[in-house]
């Protein structure tokens, strides 16, 4: 009988060559949801205080040198229809509400989100969710190049709205970042106490070369949250 698939077998190696001197336990979870089907997880640590969303192009693999850069017990979730998730793929409004979910699952304490693209928007959709679903923590969203009614996502007045209610907002861009003027002028309109944070990366990079610029912003943003 073939032995059983071990995915994170090579997380010890790949920890030793970001410096990180002992890799933290790594799990992965599923919670099924009301919609049917389920949602996955990695968690990385004990209980996670940090929520990550990947780019809707990868999955929560893909996240895997920031949440060891990270060296704080975080979730890494997969999007619907990604990685380890089933159902089809869904809009991040859809996604939120199945995330919001998992994360009453796996974070319950957590205090900061945070997703790349349009898994920011999930993020966001899924901060509008969670006190619903018991996780009154979560108040702390990192945006990282999304903002509502970027590429082919409608100009959301929902998720606007729900961005001005947010009480502690950061929007870091890449190098590349498809942010536009107009974009950045309206966040600063809905909700003035957002920050903007640029890291010397482009898109394509922050889960690899630029992971360590990405695992030090959000660490600052949990600092503020009071996750660590």
Do not use: C, Y
Request: proline share 6%; aromatic share 2%; net charge negative.
């Amino acid at each position: 009988m073939a032995a059983p698939e071990n995915e994170f077998a090579l997380v010890a190696g790949r920890a030793a060559g970001l410096g990180v001197a002992e890799a933290p336990a790594v799990n992965r979870k599923w919670v099924n949801v009301s919609t049917g089907g389920h949602v996955s997880g990695v968690v990385w640590g004990g209980a996670p205080e940090i929520v990550l969303i990947h780019d809707p192009d990868h999955d929560a693999r893909s996240l895997d040198d920031v949440a060891l850069l990270l060296r704080r017990p975080v979730v890494v979730l997969d999007l619907p229809g990604s990685g380890r998730s089933n159902g089809p793929a869904t809009r991040p409004r859809r996604a939120g509400v199945v995330l919001a979910e998992a994360v009453a699952s796996f974070a319950g304490r957590a205090r900061l989100i945070a997703g790349i693209g349009d898994g920011g928007l999930a993020a966001l959709a899924t901060l509008g969710r969670s006190a619903s679903r018991g996780v009154a923590a979560l108040d702390g969203l990192v945006l990282i190049d999304a903002l509502p009614g970027l590429g082919d996502e409608p100009d959301d007045r929902v998720a606007w709205d729900q961005l001005a209610g947010a009480a502690d907002v950061e929007l870091v861009r890449s190098s590349d970042s498809p942010i536009t003027a107009e974009q950045l002028a309206r966040l600063a309109e809905r909700n003035a106490a957002a920050t903007v944070t640029d890291v010397p990366f482009p898109a394509g990079e922050l889960e690899t070369a630029g992971a360590a610029a990405l695992a030090k912003v959000l660490l600052a943003a949990a600092e503020r949250t009071g996750t660590t």
